[in-house]
């Protein structure tokens, strides 16, 4: 069975600090997501990274997926109340022309003003 | 563009009864997939419709059932309705089937007593 181990599972920091959620798997995937859900909503797509070592930039948020393509972490920078949320990674692999999605665990962000 | 769009997006149904959840996806995405999610078992892949097929099916017994219509609408269904059926149904979907994530729909929260 493949499992997506995120890290950690809650976090509750205050506006400024900077924070780092990790996603972590065994498989290696074709590509990987990250989402943020709020409460009462779907998960949001925040990025896709495909290729091994690639780092992304969506302004304060910096996604990088490992070498082996097996993990992936989510740096914040000077994080504000508005990142409050769940955080999901998900990987997908390709099996037998159809590409299957295995989501984190989540980690849970509470960002006090 | 108008986003996924789910309906009903609240419902309460008794233990027994049959359910059916609507899903309506971004316009020319031809791609659909639903979750549940509940706190303890986090998002788990129920099935994928392409073009009116089903291309994936995940571990959910013959209660759940899924289709997708010419217009690439879909909807689930779940017949004898259990306590452990109560969770946020969720509806993606997506251009097509190249694994580079999703856009989820805000979810139909079904409460089964």
């Not at chain 1, 780092?55 to 990088?64: E, G, I, P, S, Y």
């Not at chain 1, 990142?83 to 999605?101: E, P």
Request: with cysteine; aromatic share 12%; charged share 15%.
């Amino acid at each position: 069975t493949q499992l997506l181990e995120q890290s950690p599972q809650f976090l509750s920091i205050q506006e400024g600090e900077n924070l780092t959620v990790y996603c972590n798997s065994s498989s290696v995937f074709s590509s990987l997501q990250w989402y943020r859900q709020e409460p009462g909503e779907g998960p949001v797509l925040l990025v896709t990274v495909v290729t091994g070592g690639e780092v992304k930039k969506l302004k304060r948020l910096t996604f990088q997926f490992g070498d082996a393509r097996k993990d992936s972490s989510l740096h914040i920078t000077a994080a504000q109340p508005g990142d409050t949320g769940l955080y999901l990674c998900a990987g997908a692999t390709l099996t037998s022309g159809t590409y299957k999605y295995i989501f984190g665990t989540g980690t849970r962000l509470k960002v006090l003003a | 563009k108008a986003g996924v769009t789910q309906t009903p997006r609240y419902l309460i149904k008794t233990r027994g009864q049959q359910v059916t959840l609507s899903c309506s996806p971004i316009s020319g995405h031809r791609s659909v997939s639903w979750y549940q999610q509940t706190p303890g078992q986090g998002l788990q892949f129920l099935f994928e419709y392409f073009s009116e097929t089903q291309r994936n099916k995940g571990n959910f017994p013959g209660r759940f059932s899924g289709r997708q219509f010419s217009n690439s609408r879909s909807e689930m269904n779940v017949s004898t309705l259990e306590l452990g059926d109560s969770a946020l149904y969720l509806c993606a979907s997506s251009l097509s089937l190249a694994g580079y994530g999703y856009t989820f729909g805000s979810g139909t929260r079904l409460t089964v007593v």
